[in-house]
Nanobody
Framework: QVQLQESGPGLVKPSQTLSLTCTVS??????????WSWIRQPPGKGLEWMGA???????YYTPSLKSRTSISRDTSKKQFTLQLRSVTPEDTAVYYC?????????WGKGTLVTVSS
């Protein structure tokens, strides 16, 4: 069974870049038809799908975040990463990585990132 674990700093200053890594075990990030996603949930709000990198390496982003977001991968390390640029306090959220072939079927436990000076 695929397992995912998010890692990265829990505190980021405004205007800086938020960087998170998701490490995958029990599966390959090049498995056909799987998409490797980043999802976030701000305090008191719903889940927001941010973007994904496909098994092929193609990337997809939600339009509202596209200009600030990059997702990449390191297949040798079985990791994929999120970079969110020019963060503001509104980017404070629990960030999850997840995967599936249509929906997100497998989730990491999530990591809280606070944007504050």
């Amino acid at each position: 069974q695929v397992q995912l674990q998010e890692s990265g700093p829990g505190l980021v200053k405004p205007s800086q870049t938020l960087s998170l890594t998701c490490t995958v075990s029990g599966g390959s990030i090049t498995t056909n038809y799987y998409f490797w996603s980043w999802i976030r949930q701000p305090p008191g709000k719903g889940l927001e799908w941010m973007g994904a990198i496909a098994y092929s390496g193609s990337t997809y982003y939600t339009p509202s975040l596209k200009s600030r977001t990059s997702i990449s991968r390191d297949t040798s390390k079985k990791q994929f990463t999120l970079q969110l640029r020019s963060v503001t306090p509104e980017d404070t959220a629990v960030y999850y990585c997840g995967t599936g072939d249509a929906l997100v079927d497998y989730w990491g436990k999530g990591t809280l990132v606070t944007v504050s000076s």
